[in-house]
């Protein structure tokens, strides 16, 4: 049986996430407050005391979801057995974790420095589209003027629009008089269109000097949908991800072609299992995101 894992990316922080694994496993204290260390920001107290405002802040809420999962994650990498990883969005660097590309203290610098760069991006905004599929998005996206392109094709009934604001309500306007639910999302900007290529070079200029390992298992690309192994293709795809489309559907359907036949979600809440559940047949699917779950796992071991 070949098992990806999935991890999860900005949207699903909340108030408290971690504070139950900071509790109970040496692991996740080791790596909160070596994160704290490494990055000098009170990671704890905005992680499990909050303001929801402060964790919700591209800056905060990009690190501590990375971190939430690693921690996860490293609490069970000696149970888990896998063949490949991807991740959504954010994701995509906590799958280069538990694929050893990068090492952990120069992957919460680099996640860092770009929820940093998003959190100044004030232009723009996005949209979550429901009911039609991806091809009658993009048909009609492309109908629109201004900048407005899908961004996240998420499910085959699920994709998210962004760039400019006018351009985005227009085309939810449009989308809307063809079936569709228009969920306007609560973001500081165009996430994943051509509006983020002011914040994409500086991050590339970062990203180029961040030491890049061969992966140990397959990584693959939220650009592409398809998998990695090489160090320079994997530093290009990451520099363009910022500004490009997450190809999730893509990621999803050729890791079936690939053999995948369970998927387990590393990571807060399950929303990507939801999203393979939508989108393939005939496989089995997993989330662990709390210390019972966590417990249940290793005892089936």
Not at 89 to 115: C, K, M, N, Q, W
Not at 209 to 234: C, F, L, W
Request: proline fraction near 4%; aromatic fraction near 6%; glycine fraction near 8%.
């Amino acid at each position: 049986m070949k098992t990806a894992l999935l991890f999860p990316g900005q949207g699903i922080q909340k108030v408290g996430m971690g504070k139950d694994l900071y509790e109970e496993f040496p692991i996740a204290r080791e790596l909160y407050d070596q994160a704290e260390k490494k990055l000098g920001i009170p990671l704890k107290e905005i992680s499990f005391k909050g303001p929801q405002d402060d964790l919700t802040d591209s800056k905060n809420a990009q690190v501590a979801i990375l971190l939430n999962s690693y921690v996860l994650f490293s609490i069970l990498k000696n149970k888990l057995e896998y063949s490949c990883v991807a991740g959504h969005s954010l994701g995509e660097y906590t799958a280069h974790l538990a694929a050893g590309t990068f090492i952990f203290p120069d992957v919460l610098h680099l996640v860092r420095f770009r929820g940093e760069l998003m959190s100044n991006v004030n232009e723009g905004t996005m949209s979550a589209v429901i009911g039609l599929s991806a091809r009658e998005v993009e048909e009609t996206v492309d109908s629109v003027e201004g900048i407005v392109n899908a961004a996240n094709f998420n499910m085959p009934t699920q994709t998210v629009i962004t760039g400019e604001v006018e351009a985005v309500q227009k085309a939810g306007e449009k989308l809307k008089t063809m079936g569709a639910v228009i969920i306007p999302l609560k973001v500081s900007g165009g996430f994943h269109s051509p509006l983020m290529k002011k914040v994409s070079e500086p991050f590339k200029k970062v990203l180029s000097k961040i030491q890049i390992n061969k992966p140990k298992v397959p990584v693959y690309s939220n650009v592409t949908g398809e998998k990695v192994t090489e160090v320079d293709e994997i530093r290009n795809l990451l520099g363009a991800q910022i500004e490009k489309p997450v190809r999730w559907v893509d990621t999803l359907l050729n890791m079936k072609k690939d053999g995948v036949t369970r998927f387990i979600e590393i990571g807060y809440k399950s929303i990507l299992i939801k999203m393979v559940k939508n989108t393939l047949d005939k496989v089995e699917t997993l989330s662990i995101s709390y210390p019972e779950e966590i417990r249940r796992f290793i005892d089936e071991q």
